[in-house]
């Protein structure tokens, strides 16, 4: 389906519903500042389809689309923090699921439990239980509203044009690096397309969930895979010859950029997440399965790597009405298959109409098929399984890496950061 028509059946989808429940339309106004890292693609699509749909519901509302630009949200983690550890919180921000919520805004007590919202909304029935538990305490408590389900590990690629180079979509890194990547360097065209630092990272957790499989991925963050063991070791040094096979100025490229080189025809791989769907829907207009197509991370067919994008209500927020409209809002089936199609991820809600061909594409639909069906895992680039201050070593761990090559260092280094932030304790 072409952008435009998508974005028109959407609208029309949103006036056909009725208004949110929680507080009515005439209780709530004022400012409302929403803080995200959505400036682009189909992000910032689908965050503007939420916003003018929520401002018909509220009209006395104001809404403040605080965006800051920077992928992975790496700039706008940074303003965040500055802002809530100055008594200075937005309204609301967009925080990843899991560790990224949990081990710094819930354990450091600034976030508001929203079960009232869930409960009045029956939406305790309508969240995976997994999902759930990613944005929960011990005692019960729930601090979010999660907006989509993502997929970390995504190949991307054109299918007429791997037929024209003679390339099939490989299995696993040793395909790729021993036939694919030979053939398309012969050929003169880029292997494998990726930006920067943190597209890198994103890059190396599909590549240790390959190597390592599911449970050893997951030993890494429940303690059970040793950091410093020859099998990460063995990551790292698979993960070096993969960025032999990639484009020499990846730290100046976007993912964005690194995604056009697939549907330019100047790269015939990427690895990246489902929003690069977003991207190739909503701004390069491609139709997915002929301008562009996909299949799971090489090596990890079977297992489905997620995070999800939630907001919430930080204590102190100026207008905290405003926000548990807003949340109210965001989790209904109506807001979800309003922002998810132009995102490029799926509804986390289940009420959602995922069954609409003409809402969700066949992507949506084969990764919805592989969402229930696979092993789940979280992706740590995206702050589901490890605390942000891994986050932030890991990335200099890769930064280093990616100039000296050093698989064993990388390795050590990284077992180091590992006891220092507390992951698999």
């Given at each position: 389906?072409?952008?435009p028509?998508?974005?028109?059946?959407?609208?029309?989808?949103?006036?056909?519903?009725?208004?949110?429940?929680g507080?009515?339309?005439?209780?709530?106004?004022?400012?409302?500042?929403?803080?995200?890292?959505?400036?682009?693609?189909?992000?910032?699509?689908?965050?503007n389809?939420?916003?003018?749909?929520?401002?018909?519901?509220y009209?006395?509302?104001?809404?403040?689309?605080?965006?800051?630009?920077?992928?992975?949200?790496?700039?706008?983690?940074?303003?965040?923090t500055?802002?809530m550890?100055?008594?200075?919180?937005?309204?609301?921000?967009?925080?990843?699921?899991?560790?990224?919520?949990?081990?710094?805004?819930?354990?450091?007590?600034?976030?508001?439990?929203?079960?009232?919202?869930?409960?009045?909304?029956?939406?305790?029935?309508?969240?995976?239980?997994?999902?759930?538990?990613l944005?929960?305490?011990?005692?019960?408590?729930?601090?979010v509203?999660?907006?989509?389900?993502?997929?970390?590990?995504?190949?991307?690629?054109?299918?007429?044009?791997?037929?024209?180079?003679g390339v099939?979509?490989?299995?696993?890194?040793?395909?790729?690096?021993?036939?694919?990547?030979?053939?398309?360097?012969?050929?003169?065209?880029?292997?494998?397309?990726?930006?920067?630092?943190?597209?890198?990272?994103?890059?190396?957790?599909?590549?240790?969930?390959?190597?390592?499989?599911?449970?050893?991925?997951?030993?890494?963050w429940?303690?059970?895979?040793?950091?410093?063991?020859?099998?990460?070791?063995?990551?790292?040094e698979?993960?070096?010859?993969?960025?032999?096979?990639t484009?020499?100025?990846?730290?100046?490229?976007?993912?964005q950029?690194?995604?056009?080189m697939?549907?330019?025809?100047?790269?015939?791989?990427?690895?990246?997440?489902?929003?690069?769907?977003?991207?190739?829907?909503?701004?390069?207009?491609?139709?997915?399965?002929?301008?562009?197509?996909?299949?799971?991370?090489?090596?990890?067919?079977?297992?489905?790597?997620?995070?999800?994008?939630?907001?919430?209500?930080?204590?102190n927020?100026?207008?905290?009405?405003?926000?548990?409209?807003?949340?109210?809002?965001?989790?209904?089936?109506?807001a979800?298959?309003?922002?998810?199609?132009?995102?490029?991820?799926?509804?986390?809600?289940?009420?959602?109409n995922i069954?609409?061909?003409?809402?969700?594409?066949?992507?949506?639909?084969?990764?919805?098929?592989?969402?229930?069906?696979?092993?789940?895992?979280?992706?740590?680039?995206?702050?589901?399984?490890?605390?942000?201050?891994?986050?932030?070593?890991?990335?200099?761990?890769?930064?280093?890496?990616?100039?000296?090559?050093?698989a064993?260092?990388?390795?050590?280094?990284?077992?180091?950061?590992?006891?220092?932030?507390?992951?698999?304790?």
């Open positions: 389906m072409k952008a028509r998508l974005i028109s059946l959407i609208l029309v989808l949103a006036l056909a519903f009725g208004l949110v429940s507080a009515s339309a005439q209780d709530v106004s004022g400012d409302l500042e929403i803080f995200s890292w959505w400036t682009g693609g189909g992000e910032e699509a689908g965050l389809a939420l916003i003018e749909r929520f401002s018909e519901l009209p006395e509302v104001n809404v403040i689309n605080s965006a800051v630009a920077g992928g992975s949200g790496v700039n706008a983690r940074a303003v965040l500055t802002r550890l100055g008594g200075d919180p937005p309204d609301t921000f967009q925080v990843h699921a899991g560790e990224e919520l949990n081990a710094l805004w819930v354990e450091a007590g600034l976030m508001e439990p929203l079960n009232d919202i869930y409960e009045e909304n029956g939406w305790l029935d309508d969240f995976p239980q997994g999902l759930l538990d944005i929960s305490d011990d005692e019960g408590n729930i601090y509203v999660p907006v989509n389900i993502h997929r970390s590990n995504v190949l991307w690629y054109v299918p007429g044009n791997l037929e024209e180079w099939t979509v490989p299995a696993d890194w040793d395909e790729f690096l021993n036939t694919t990547c030979p053939a398309l360097q012969e050929a003169g065209v880029t292997p494998l397309s990726v930006g920067e630092n943190w597209t890198q990272a994103h890059l190396w957790e599909s590549v240790a969930l390959a190597e390592l499989g599911a449970e050893g991925y997951n030993g890494l429940n303690g059970e895979t040793n950091w410093a063991s020859p099998e990460v070791v063995g990551v790292f698979t993960f070096g010859q993969i960025l032999d096979c484009n020499e100025d990846r730290n100046a490229l976007t993912w950029d690194a995604s056009q697939v549907a330019e025809g100047r790269a015939a791989f990427n690895v990246m997440g489902d929003w690069a769907a977003g991207y190739f829907l909503v701004d390069l207009a491609l139709e997915p399965g002929e301008g562009f197509a996909w299949a799971p991370s090489p090596g990890t067919e079977g297992v489905f790597m997620m995070l999800s994008d939630t907001f919430g209500l930080p204590k927020a100026p207008n905290p009405e405003a926000v548990r409209a807003w949340l109210s809002f965001l989790g209904t089936p109506e979800q298959d309003i922002f998810n199609p132009l995102k490029g991820s799926l509804p986390a809600n289940t009420s959602a069954d609409d061909p003409e809402l969700y594409n066949a992507y949506f639909q084969e990764a919805y098929e592989d969402w229930t069906t696979n092993v789940i895992v979280g992706s740590q680039a995206h702050g589901a399984v490890a605390p942000q201050a891994f986050t932030n070593g890991f990335a200099n761990i890769i930064a280093t890496f990616a100039a000296d090559r050093d064993a260092s990388a390795s050590a280094s990284a077992a180091e950061l590992a006891l220092q932030t507390g992951v698999g304790r």
